[in-house]
């Protein structure tokens, strides 16, 4: 693993919170980001997170992730994915088959570098790692003496759980003050997450102050809505999910996956909130491509969506904000969005198909063991 102090103290603060800040939906709190990325351009370090409870195939809201993890490795964090696999037996995942969901967190690194996570940058932590240490657990206590049961009830959906479970298996209760001490535990100085580990990093954040901890800086991006999401829905509700094969895309589609599974989407014409297929093209197809370019030291090219003459012949996009107007203006017709969209994921997966292609021990783990939620 690099030093990741020599990487950030190459980019000055602005640098630093631009790539903090790039797709974010919420930052808690700004004035605290901006002391990091001060602390980073001068030469010093902070530690950033992201938990996952390893419990099956991953998909594509993933991608997501990866762009923003890689982000914040290159603003200079020295960057844990933590693999919560006591936090998945808890939940009930892979039937609590620790073994499976070992070999579950083993195959999510996997997926990381398929998705170009620079992991040579980064550490992975299991919470295994931690988990005969006499001060983590005393890390949990201090986290449940410093909230209340109403507090750690509301906090449930952390874990995708209702407290009512919880009134049948006692441990769903400790499982929000693990999330919480997992936190202080590994000295983290940004958490983050999708919109629904808010609940989690806002709980971190309260039992701190109490305790006289580090507040940990909480940073957000958007959830990626199923297939079958529509208008305002929840988005915790909403988001996409491998409980259902036809409501979500697996990062392991083919492109006739994924062809089959867009043309059943909700994509009302003229419709941009709630709506999957936008987006998809708006968190991750746009954005993965540009990144790619980049990386590669090529110019971002136009977005060229096919279309038969008949109908107008090929569409072409300088970017995403000129997609949307087209398809709210009724000049793109769902249909071809769906194709458009279709195309540039097959585009997006294309390197994770080649990377388990030539690596498919992961995979072939994986197909024994069933994916519980």
Not at 45 to 72: Q, R
Not at 106 to 124: D, I, K, N, Q, T
Request: aromatic residues 8%; contains cysteine.
């Amino acid at each position: 693993m690099t030093d990741q102090k020599a990487v950030g103290a190459t980019l000055d603060k602005t640098a630093i919170l631009e790539l903090v800040r790039r797709g974010a939906e919420e930052v808690v709190t700004d004035e605290e980001l901006e002391a990091l990325a001060e602390r980073l351009a001068s030469g010093g370090s902070a530690n950033a997170y992201i938990g996952f409870e390893p419990s099956g195939s991953v998909h594509l809201g993933w991608v997501l992730v990866a762009n923003k993890i890689s982000d914040l490795v290159e603003a200079g964090f020295h960057f844990k994915i933590f693999l919560a696999d006591w936090h998945a037996q808890i939940n009930d995942k892979l039937g609590g088959d620790l073994e499976a969901i070992r070999a579950c967190g083993r195959y999510m690194e996997h997926c990381f570098r398929a998705l170009g996570v620079p992991v040579e940058r980064l550490e992975f932590v299991y919470a295994n790692d931690f988990a005969n240490d006499g001060d983590y657990w005393a890390r949990v206590l201090k986290v449940g003496k410093a909230t209340t049961l109403a507090r750690i009830r509301r906090s449930m959906d952390i874990m995708g759980r209702s407290a009512e479970e919880g009134e049948k298996d006692f441990s769903k209760f400790i499982y929000p003050a693990m999330q919480v001490a997992d936190i202080f535990h590994m000295d983290i100085d940004l958490a983050y997450g999708g919109l629904d580990q808010r609940h989690a990093h806002m709980l971190a954040r309260d039992v701190a102050k109490k305790l006289g901890l580090k507040p940990p800086v909480a940073l957000h991006t958007p959830l990626l809505p199923g297939l079958k999401a529509q208008g305002r829905m929840d988005p915790i509700e909403a988001k996409m999910s491998k409980s259902d094969p036809d409501s979500g895309i697996m990062i392991h589609d083919t492109p006739e996956d994924l062809k089959r599974k867009l043309k059943k989407a909700q994509c009302p014409a003229g419709e941009t909130e709630g709506n999957p297929v936008l987006d998809m093209a708006k968190h991750v197809v746009f954005p993965t491509l540009a990144r790619r370019a980049e990386k590669a030291g090529e110019p971002v090219g136009p977005f060229v969506i096919d279309r038969p003459e008949k109908f107008g012949g090929p569409l072409t996009f300088a970017d995403y904000a000129a997609l949307e107007s087209a398809f709210v203006s009724g000049d793109l017709h769902p249909a071809d969005l769906k194709n458009g969209v279709t195309a540039g994921l097959a585009e997006v997966l294309r390197p994770v198909h080649e990377y388990f292609a030539a690596n498919p021990e992961p995979i072939e783990t994986m197909k024994a063991f069933r994916t519980t939620r």
